[in-house]
Antibody
């Protein structure tokens, strides 16, 4: 059974940092691209970043480029999102997703990030 | 960035109804489109990818069509478990973008 489990969310002050993790199980992690998608409270879905299966190609939404870094550790079947210089508008539930030709076919349960003083 | 526009923003329907949701892209995206269903407090669920390919395990009452810039998601006979919000997403180019969602509510 494919499972994705996010962790690392919490309350952080504006300008602070947070590192999200997503542990994968039930499939060959090294064979899939992975993404982060977020959802602000009461709002729609927003794609954040994608890393390809080789770990070399990454893409980001404009508003997080230079502040967020997506990475993966094949040995630990884990995906990460390092978030720096956090802003109030980054407040959201962050989901990790497994890529299927560009769509996300499996999602984690999400982890809430709240940026507030 | 490619803008995805869904219509309507919400609709009211009854079980057994045929429901059609529309998604328009601001530029050509071929068939690089996915549809998701999301219920409150839950993660999205992939329904359709490449505009018309039904994801494994998704009931056959869901179908997708379209190419280029115009796409539709049809639910042939609405079931109680189908009341939810539906999102389209393009993966033709980065940044990947979602529509704002269509909420399907009980009439």
């Amino acid at each position: 059974e494919v499972q994705l489990a996010e962790s690392g969310g919490g309350l952080v002050q504006p300008g602070g940092s947070l590192r999200l993790s997503c542990v994968a199980s039930g499939f060959a992690f090294e064979n899939h691209g992975m993404s982060w998608v977020r959802q602000a409270p009461g709002k729609g879905l927003e794609w954040v970043a994608t890393i390809q299966r080789d770990g070399l190609e990454t893409n980001y939404m404009d508003s997080v480029e230079g502040r967020f870094t997506i990475s993966r550790d094949i040995a630990r079947d884990s995906l990460f999102l390092q978030m720096n210089s956090l802003r109030a508008e980054d407040t959201a539930v962050y989901y990790c997703g497994r890529d299927l030709f560009g769509a996300e076919d499996f999602w984690g349960q999400g982890t809430l990030v709240t940026v507030s003083s | 960035a490619i803008r995805m526009t869904q219509s309507p923003s919400s609709l009211s329907a009854s079980t057994g109804d045929r429901v059609t949701l529309t998604c328009r892209a601001s530029q050509y995206i071929s068939t690089n489109l996915a549809w998701y269903q999301q219920k409150p407090g839950k993660a999205p669920v992939l329904l359709i990818y490449f505009a018309s390919a039904l994801q494994s395990g998704v009931p056959s009452r869901f179908s997708g069509s379209g190419s280029g810039t115009e796409f539709t998601l049809t639910i042939s006979r609405l079931q109680s478990e189908d009341f939810a919000t539906y999102y389209c997403q393009q993966f033709f180019s980065y940044p990947r973008t979602f529509g704002q969602g269509t909420k399907v509510e009980v009439k």
